[in-house]
Nanobody
Framework: QVQLVESGGGLVEPGGSLRLSCAAS????????MNWYRQAPGKQRELVTA???????NYADSVKGRFTISRDNAKNTVYLQMNSLQPEDTAVYYC????????????????WGQGTQVTVSS
């Protein structure tokens, strides 16, 4: 089994910064892609950003230029640096990963973290 554990959420004023972390542990051969999603109250969960094992990234238009995703493959950890935060960034942020458990089995499974609250307010 695999666990994803997020950390780094909290309360920040508009214009401030936060850094989220998500560490994967358990039976992991490789992590194909790691994503950050968010869900604001009353809204659907949306993809914020993603990073592949090779380091390719993509971002939602709403966060381009403000958020940066990175990963440490040796630590099976993904980070989300969030700058210039605005009230509309307030949401529960979820880590998501597609993971291959075994070297000789190409199948993957998708896992979710428990979520971390980010609140942007003055």
């Amino acid at each position: 089994q695999v666990q994803l554990v997020e950390s780094g959420g909290g309360l920040v004023e508009p214009g401030g910064s936060l850094r989220l972390s998500c560490a994967a542990s358990g039976r992991i051969f490789s992590i194909v892609v790691m994503n950050w999603y968010r869900q604001a109250p009353g809204k659907q969960r949306e993809l914020v950003t993603a990073i592949t094992s090779g380091g390719s990234t993509n971002y939602a238009d709403s966060v381009k230029g403000r958020f940066t995703i990175s990963r440490d493959n040796a630590k099976n950890t993904v980070y989300l640096q969030m700058n210039s935060l605005q009230p509309e960034d307030t949401a529960v942020y979820y880590c998501n990963a597609k993971i291959r458990a075994l070297k000789f089995d190409s199948r993957t499974d998708t896992y979710w973290g428990q979520g971390t609250q980010v609140t942007v307010s003055s």
